[in-house]
């Protein structure tokens, strides 16, 4: 079972480009997250959705779009990449939130950026 | 609102001896509560949950938590580390449907033989 795919592992940026961090899960669930991972900060919300067509902001959201047209996917944009935004990024996904049906989340492998 | 405080950002114990990782919360609600683990180079995986039901929660790996609602408190505890132990943990709080997490800023523990 895939669960949840993150594309690229790595990608280095110079300030100013933009680009697609892709997420899919092939387990049918509702809720879809974007966190990014910091030293000593533990993992931060970025953006959420509840379902296809719904998104809303999370703790962090300045600086990065998503879109949920699909079930499946929740692809994280950066518009104009800064410094600030080196990290590790991580998808995750549950059947509802995570307080309800028992639903853990289910987390991608992460994606690592660096922006120069 | 809501909060978590890992009290320790390291903690290492020898193998064969207990765990103990500590953890605060504050919210405003009746939280859930979670403990997350984070080997090397890997996503998240879920210790365990407490959801408002037994306050002494059970999870894989021979760990467990207790919630005590007066000390606001979620410490997670294993009585006998074992080297597969050594990864960084993440204790977590939300409320209401759980759509918002806050992650706690982890806590790597480290097992020496």
């Given at each position: 079972n895939a669960g949840v795919t993150q594309t690229p592992k790595f990608q280095v940026l110079k300030t100013g480009q933009s680009m697609t961090l892709q997420c899919a899960q092939?387990?049918?669930?509702?809720y879809m997250s974007w966190y990014r991972q910091d030293p000593g900060m533990g993992l931060r919300l970025i953006h959420y959705s509840v379902g296809a067509g719904i998104t809303d902001q999370g703790e962090v959201p300045n600086g990065y779009n998503v879109s949920r047209s699909t079930t499946e996917d929740f692809p994280l944009r950066l518009l104009s990449a800064a410094p600030s935004q080196t990290s590790v990024y991580f998808c995750a996904s549950s059947y509802?939130?995570?307080?309800?049906?028992?639903s853990p989340l289910h987390f991608g492998n992460g994606t690592r950026l660096t922006v120069t | 609102a809501q909060s978590v405080t890992q009290l320790d950002s390291h903690v290492s114990v020898s193998e064969g001896t207990p765990v103990l990782l500590r953890c605060n919360y504050s919210s405003s609600y009746s939280p859930s509560l979670f403990w997350y683990v984070q080997h090397p180079n890997k996503g998240l995986q879920l210790l365990l949950k407490y959801t408002?039901?037994?306050?002494l929660v059970k999870g894989i790996n021979g760990f467990e938590a207790e919630f005590k609602k007066s000390e606001t408190s979620f410490h997670l505890t294993k009585p006998s580390a074992h080297m597969s132990d050594a990864a960084e943990y993440f204790c977590v709080v939300t409320s209401g449907a759980g759509n918002m997490l806050t992650f706690g800023g982890g806590t790597r523990l480290m097992v020496k033989p």
């Open positions: 092939d387990m049918n669930h509702e509802r939130g995570a307080s309800r049906y028992n | 408002s039901a037994a306050t």
